[in-house]
């Protein structure tokens, strides 16, 4: 009796650990999954707003070159 009890602790204790293995692992791939779109949108960010910029110096420029 005694050697069973501790047979279904055993397995209740596995059991649990793999599921709170697994529940990190999931936790882990997600929080990877969500840092890989931040910086997917940030790379995509930078190079609309160097774009924005060098589009802005060209109207200035050509702003200049019709004042004189």
Sequence with gaps: M???EMRTMWVIFLGSGMVFGI???V???IGSRVILSIR???KKFEIEDETYNKVKEAIKEKENKNEK
């Design 2 to 4: 005694v050697a069973e």
């Design 23 to 25: 529940a990190a692992l």
């Design 27 to 29: 936790l882990a791939w």
């Design 40 to 42: 997917r949108q940030q």
